[in-house]
Structure formats: C-alpha cells, structure tokens
C-alpha cells in the first residue's frame, strides 16, 4: 500500500492509530493523510459525495490496473 499511496514521493504519509473492534477493544491500525507533496493543493473539507461524483470512476480504473501489474 506504501508504494500505490505514493509515501516515498510525499503524496501520503502512514500513520499507527488505535481503534477500537467491533468489542470495543483497543487494536492498532495504519491510515494514510496527505503528506507534504500535495498538502498545500488540498483546500476545505474532503467530501464522500464530492469524491463520487467527480472521482470515483478514475480511482477505480487506477486501483483496478495497479492490481492488475502486480
């Protein structure tokens, strides 16, 4: 996932956060933020609905053909 996020080149950073389960137990996770690379371009709040609309079918066709590289 380090290298589709793109964390060598700055567009992401993963960071270790505590959730909790389903039971409520405390497990450790990884999440990807923007990282320095592109933090300066982002501006407001990310919306789902936004994403969908104007991005969904071109995230789908890059998740679908790094896949298929590998």
Known sequence: FDT???VKGGLYD???V???DNQGR???ASTYVSGT?????LEGDWDPETFR???LIAYRRR????WRKR
């Open 4 to 6: 589709f996020e793109g």
């Open 26 to 28: 405390a497990i450790e």
């Open 53 to 55: 609309k104007r991005h």
């Open 18 to 20: 505590s959730v909790k």
């Open 63 to 66: 998740i679908i053909a790094a």
């Open 14 to 16: 993963r960071l270790k």
């Open 37 to 41: 690379a592109v933090r300066d371009m």
